[in-house]
């Protein structure tokens, strides 16, 4: 038997109220789910985007905020958007002009007060003066933004350049947070994160970033490749460098890391053009004037690495203090030779090298590749900077020539002339010079060691019971020959020849000669109370001997030859 449902009033008014139920339950939860869209945090679902996050991944991009130019020109809005893109290449100065000119226009204009603050924060160093105008800039923007991300962003900022790590991340964090899909926090959030070993959280930065901005935004793709590299995986470094500069090819710090992964390889010459391309577009470039100033003197970073490990110009130096006696004792051996060659090559002794190279082409013309050595020798990128660079340091190196053991020195006393008398005993030499300045060799033999960029002076002063104060020897070492400057061998025996001379006068050269198969340019003066030698050995072109004598031990100026014992003894 069936039943029927009998449609009453009462029954017809129940089943109204039950479908109204319904149709206001789905009307509220779609209500719910938009005003949650409009209230709480967006997300966006992420494509696939080279280096990216995984595509489909959800992340927060905050709520939509555009910056508010309600009532302002269109002319003033282009001028703010051209300074932010000045700012975001660096170009600081002309980016802190134009800031500065909206901001007197339009007092409370946010986009143009971050700017400004933006600006200062970028000049190098972080000066008291900028700070305090930094600090006036945030109550502004605290009083007329309140909580606003950027005021927090800003403080990190500050914090970072004054090297507070920990609040510096606090208030990265906190920007972060507050504006997620702001591109800026997450960059220098991961910044900071690398800076303080943490190359994990600096990938999840970058690759947040590359989402965020659709792979548009080549400074994370920089960060990412950074922090592989000092994480050691330098694989996914290269394949990232790889990918960044095919898209953003003048990404200065994908440049210079792709600069560094050249050099692990032991292509300095390549890895050299790197750096010179980052200076041609940015002169001031930290990065690029590090890598520069240690090219040949890096060694791969993170696990690769060891304490111990030989980086690729100590390899090539100790090749090179291996074949350079070999060639001295077999000078006719042109492999042996070419060997030292290309080992000079390889150390950045490049005058060196193509000497040896002429050399052999010398002996042998048709010598396999030896005109192809003699240009690579030659052919080496010279920075038109490197001349002013030089001289700078010439100055500070002629600087340091007057200071030792903390007591001031002529450059006269500095090349081994001590303003004490042939023949005084050592304690009158003493109660003149400190001699706890001094290290005892033996007991009539003391050394004085001091070193300030670029020259290491060693001087030895040598007595004798019968003839007190009898000789001084100065070994000058340009410890710069190999570290900082490149491509060009510096004229260490050229200058102190020089120097010297304007103290002693007029000397006999040697022009090049040889003792005993030791090749070496050499002076001899001849003056009231001395014989002075000065040489420099070929193989040696960072260092410069000096042996000042006593002359009335002596009936004639003594053979240089005669004195090679003494000049290479100390």
Request: glycine share 8%; with cysteine; net charge neutral.
């Amino acid at each position: 038997m069936s039943r029927h449902f009998a449609l009453t009033p009462q029954n017809a008014r129940k089943a109204s109220l039950y479908a109204l139920a319904l149709i206001l339950g789905g009307l509220l939860t779609v209500g719910v789910y938009n005003l949650s869209g409009i209230l709480g945090p967006r997300r966006m679902e992420v494509g696939e985007v080279p280096f990216g996050l995984p595509a489909g991944t959800r992340i927060p991009i905050g709520k939509s905020e555009k910056e508010s130019f309600k009532g302002i020109p269109q002319p003033i809005i282009q001028e703010v958007s051209r300074a932010q893109e000045l700012l975001r290449v660096g170009n600081w100065k002309v980016a802190a002009e134009i800031f500065k000119g909206v901001s007197l226009q339009y007092p409370d204009l946010k986009p143009a007060l971050l700017g400004q603050a933006l600006a200062l924060v970028a000049q190098s160093p972080l000066s008291d003066a900028n700070r305090s105008q930094i600090d006036a800039i945030l109550l502004q923007l605290d009083r007329k933004y309140p909580g606003d991300a950027s005021t927090q962003y800003l403080r990190g900022l500050v914090a970072s350049r004054q090297g507070q790590a920990t609040v510096a991340l606090e208030f990265l964090e906190q920007a972060v947070r507050e504006s997620p899909g702001s591109l800026d926090p997450h960059l220098e959030l991961g910044r900071v994160l690398l800076e303080g070993g943490q190359p994990l959280g600096a990938q999840s930065e970058a690759r947040t970033g590359i989402s965020l901005s659709q792979g548009s935004d080549g400074r994370f793709y920089s960060l990412l490749a950074r922090a592989y590299h000092d994480n050691g995986s330098l694989d996914s470094c290269g394949q990232v460098v790889e990918y960044g500069l095919t898209r953003f090819p003048g990404e200065m710090d994908l440049i210079v890391i792709n600069g560094m992964l050249l050099e692990y390889k032991g292509l300095f010459d390549q890895a050299e053009m790197d750096y010179h391309k980052v200076q041609a577009i940015d002169p001031e470039n930290l990065a690029a004037k590090i890598a520069l100033r240690t090219l040949g003197e890096k060694s791969p970073p993170g696990s690769q690495n060891s304490k111990g490990m030989v980086t690729p110009r100590e390899k090539a130096q100790l090749a090179i203090d291996i074949l350079e006696p070999l060639v001295r004792q077999y000078p006719e051996n042109i492999p042996l030779r070419d060997a030292l060659g290309q080992a000079y090559l390889k150390g950045r002794s490049f005058d060196l090298a193509r000497l040896q190279f002429e050399e052999i082409q010398d002996r042998d013309e048709e010598y396999p590749d030896i005109q192809l050595r003699i240009q690579e020798a030659k052919a080496v990128n010279r920075d038109p900077r490197e001349a002013v660079v030089l001289s700078q340091e010439l100055k500070r190196a002629t600087d340091s020539l007057r200071t030792t053991q903390g007591k001031d020195r002529s450059f006269s006393e500095r090349l081994g002339h001590y303003l004490v008398r042939w023949g005084a005993p050592p304690k009158e030499f003493f109660a003149k010079y400190p001699i706890a300045g001094f290290k005892q060799l033996d007991s009539q033999t003391w050394q004085e060691l001091s070193w300030e960029p670029p020259f290491e002076h060693k001087t030895t002063v040598e007595f004798t019971k019968e003839h007190g104060l009898s000789a001084v020897h100065v070994l000058v070492r340009d410890t710069s020959f190999h570290v900082g400057m490149r491509n060009t061998v510096f004229d260490l025996f050229g200058r102190l020849l020089a120097q010297n001379s304007r103290i002693s006068g007029i000397g006999t050269a040697t022009g090049e000669a040889e003792c005993d198969s030791m090749a070496f340019q050499g002076v001899v003066w001849e003056n009231t109370d001395n014989f002075e030698m000065m040489l420099q050995f070929s193989s040696k072109r960072s260092e410069v001997r000096i042996l000042r004598l006593n002359k009335d031990l002596y009936e004639t100026m003594p053979r240089l030859c005669g004195h090679m014992p003494r000049l290479l003894k100390y």
